[in-house]
């Protein structure tokens, strides 16, 4: 598996665990009170908007050339610490 292939299957693995923490924390909101549920929505909100630009960067790196790896590897790791800060954040709150 090349170097290229082995970052996009560890990115997609990586979304795939935060698409299944962000449903958790879904899940949680939808038993909590009226007045909490709305500061959860935002949470998730702001959570799914780190994951959209995670999944930006995860088709840029499908889409991209060998050349172009390293400097896209770069925007994927921010993209996904921010992610995982985000989620890390969340599970506080809740």
Request: hydrophobic letters at 40%; zero cysteines; proline letters at 0%.
């Amino acid at each position: 598996m090349s170097y290229r292939d082995e970052l996009i299957e560890k990115t997609k693995s990586k979304l795939d665990d935060a698409n299944e923490e962000i449903q958790r924390l879904q899940d949680m909101a939808a038993e909590q009170a009226e007045d909490a549920r709305a500061q959860t929505r935002e949470v998730l909100v702001e959570l799914q908007d780190y994951r959209d630009r995670a999944l930006a960067k995860l088709e840029e790196l499908q889409d991209a050339g060998d050349a172009a790896m390293d400097d896209l590897r770069l925007g994927a790791e921010n993209a996904w610490n921010s992610l995982k800060l985000a989620v890390g954040r969340a599970r506080e709150r809740f």
